[in-house]
């Protein structure tokens, strides 16, 4: 195994109002898809929005109710843009889960989830530098 | 928000368990951190491995015990890749939820799990290309 990831993919009970949500965080659904999936371009990797029932059929499994274990972060390149997002969050029906503030390890963050319970991290650490391109890096 | 995923943290019961398995699989931990949250650098992104209780108590929610409705899925360049990554699993201490098969959409792929549960998918999908670099691509 390399060590990249390619695909995330949140099983949705309802994909549509998922799709509509990333769409109103900025991120570009692609045309070639809809209905039961749809499909984002997240810099070197992909956001998939799966509909759930089609999703544990698939891997035949069951997904627990809550909030699932594995959550996402984005981060930024200012406290300012920490408050951006979390602001966008909000207006595009997410929830604000931890309202922004400063961190123990020196940065500023907080958390959203989207409408359908699913966790960002909303953070910026100069520590983990991010370049033009948006690829962040643990430190040298 | 830029089109980008900075860190993908798997909220875990035992880190050191599972950076044991994430290194097994390939994957290099980062010397500068331990104990309680391990991050390994996975291409342009941040796969982080954060104590349970302490990244429950980080965004003051609690994490639902089964899997997770956001699960990883990790493209490969060939059929055989993805025999070899799940065997490599396996090996690893990660569970087969499915072992390789042909998809509905003309690729082989299959799933394991963690030793803490959390789900991958391993694909080949032709139609989604892969740069030297790693970056997965949506189709043009």
Redesign the interface.
Known sequence: ????????????NDVERLAAFYEA????R?P?FGDDVE??????????LFL?ADAEK??????????????????TLSDAEVDE?LA?ARMAGGRI??PAGRAFWGGWYG?FADP?G??W?V?HNPA?P??A???????K
């Open positions: 195994m390399q060590p990249r990831v390619s695909i995330i993919t949140i099983a949705a965080m900025g991120l570009k692609h070639g499909f984002f371009q997240l810099g070197g990797a992909i956001l998939a759930r698939d891997a035949g499994v069951e997904f627990a109710q809550g909030i699932g274990r594995v959550y996402l972060a984005y981060n997002v966008q889960v931890k958390y359908e699913n966790l991290e953070a983990f991010i370049d391109e948006g690829r962040i890096s643990l430190p």
